[in-house]
C-alpha cells in the first residue's frame, strides 16, 4: 500500500511533446559531454528555476541516487510516455543512451511542431466561424428589431414581399442564436477533452474527419512515421523490431494498413527502402534516398533526411488547407452579413415608399 501511495505521490500531469523535447535535449548534451547520467539531472537541477519543473528533477535525481536506472526513474515518476521509457532502457542496455536521447528530441520537436501546425489549421476556422456567429446575432438582435418596429410604429402597409422578409428576419435571429450556442457548446467540449490523455485522442480522431481530407492525414501519419523510424534507427533497433515499435508509436488508423503491408514485403524478401514504397508509405525519391542510405551504410542519416522531407511535405499541406479555408470562410462571412443587411434593407425600402419618399 505504502509504496502504490508513493507511486500516486510521483504521478502527475504527463509532459507535453515541447517539454520532452527539450528534457532529452539537455540530458543528451550532458552526457555527450562524458558526464554521467546522475551528475548530468544533478546539474540540471542545480540550474532549474522553482516550481514543478525542479519537483519533477529533484525526485528524479533522488531515485537515480538510490540506484535506479535512468529508465526505471522515469517510469517510476509516472510522468513520461511508456514508449519513451522503452527507448531509454533500450539506449541504456547498447551503451547508446546519447544517441537515444538526441534522437527523442528530435521526435518530439517534430510531434510538437506537427501540433502546433494542426492546432493553427483547426484554431482560424473556429475563431472565424464563432466572429460570424457572433456579427449575426448582433445584426438580427439589435438591429432588425429596431427597422421592424419603426416600420411597425409607421403604420404604412405592408407588401408581400416585405412581410416574407420580415419573417426571414425573425426565423434569422433564432438561427443565429442557436449558432452561436452550438459554436460555444463545442470550443467548451473541446477544453475539457483536451483535459484528459482520452479525450486529445478523441479530439484529434474528430478533427481529422471534420477538418482534413485522406491526403493531408495520410501525409501528417507519413511524418510521424517516418520521424518515429528514425528514431528507432538511432536506437539501434533492426527494420522489423523498428517497424514494430513505430506503428505502436503512431497508433492506429489508416496509415496502420500501410506498414502492415510494408512488413509482409520485407517477409517476402524485399529490402526496407523498396518495401516502403511498394506499401504506398514513401514516395519513389524518398524510397531512393533510403536506398542509397542503406546501401552506404548511413542508414540512420538518410532516414532522418527523409524524415525532414516528410515533416515539410506535411506542413506544406497543412499550409495550403488553411489558404483554402480562408477565402471560403471570408465568403461565408461575407454572404450571412449580406443576407442579414437586405433584411433590414427591404422593408426600409418598402417603408419609404409606403410614405412616398
Known amino acids: 500500500m505504502e509504496k502504490t501511495s508513493e507511486n500516486e505521490k510521483r ?14 535535449l539537455k540530458l543528451a548534451m550532458m552526457i555527450k559531454s562524458g558526464i554521467s547520467v546522475e551528475k548530468s539531472v544533478s546539474i540540471l537541477l542545480e540550474d532549474a528555476a522553482g516550481g514543478p519543473d525542479r519537483e519533477l528533477l529533484a525526485e528524479l535525481h533522488k531515485l537515480i541516487d538510490e540506484g535506479f536506472t535512468l529508465s526505471k526513474s522515469l517510469e517510476a515518476l509516472g510522468r513520461f510516455p511508456s514508449h519513451m521509457v522503452r527507448m531509454v532502457d533500450i539506449g541504456q ?7 537515444v536521447l538526441s534522437a527523442l528530441s528530435d521526435f518530439y520537436r517534430r510531434e510538437a511542431g506537427i ?46 414581399s416585405v412581410q416574407v422578409m420580415l419573417r426571414v428576419a425573425d426565423i434569422s435571429k433564432y438561427l443565429a442564436v442557436g449558432l ?18 482520452g479525450g486529445k485522442a ?32 538511432s536506437s539501434g533497433l533492426n527494420i522489423g ?20 503491408r510494408c512488413r509482409e514485403k520485407i517477409e517476402e524478401g524485399e529490402t526496407f527502402p523498396k518495401a516502403a514504397e511498394a506499401a504506398g508509405i514513401f514516395t519513389g525519391m524518398q524510397s531512393g534516398l533510403l536506398s ?48 442579414v443587411l437586405l433584411s433590414v434593407m427591404l422593408p426600409l425600402i418598402g417603408m419609404m415608399t409606403a410614405i412616398g419618399v
Open 11 to 24: 504521478a502527475g500531469r504527463e509532459l507535453n511533446a515541447e517539454e520532452l523535447s527539450v528534457f532529452c
Open 93 to 99: 542496455v547498447t551503451g547508446r543512451l546519447e544517441s
Open 115 to 160: 501540433s502546433k501546425m494542426i492546432r493553427n489549421a483547426i484554431t482560424y476556422p473556429a475563431v472565424m466561424l464563432v466572429v460570424t456567429a457572433v456579427i449575426l446575432l448582433v445584426l438580427v438582435s439589435r438591429v432588425l428589431p429596431v427597422f421592424q418596429q419603426v416600420f411597425r410604429d409607421m403604420g404604412a402597409s405592408i407588401s408581400a
Open 180 to 197: 452561436s450556442v452550438v459554436f460555444v457548446a463545442m470550443v467548451a467540449a473541446a477544453v475539457l477533452m483536451s483535459l484528459s490523455s
Open 202 to 233: 478523441l479530439l484529434s480522431r474528430v478533427a481529422d474527419r471534420l477538418f482534413f481530407g485522406n491526403k493531408l492525414n495520410f501525409a501528417v501519419s507519413r511524418s510521424r512515421f517516418a520521424s518515429a523510424m528514425s528514431l528507432m534507427l
Open 241 to 260: 523490431e523498428a517497424l514494430e515499435r513505430s506503428g505502436e508509436l503512431i497508433g492506429g488508423g489508416a496509415f496502420s494498413g500501410n506498414i502492415k
Open 292 to 339: 542509397a542510405g542503406f546501401r552506404s551504410g548511413i542508414t540512420e542519416q538518410a532516414m532522418n533526411e527523409v524524415s525532414r522531407l516528410c515533416e515539410e511535405d506535411s506542413d506544406a499541406m497543412l499550409f495550403r488547407m488553411v489558404n483554402r479555408v480562408e477565402p471560403a470562410l471570408i465568403v461565408i462571412l461575407a454572404l450571412s452579413v449580406g443576407l
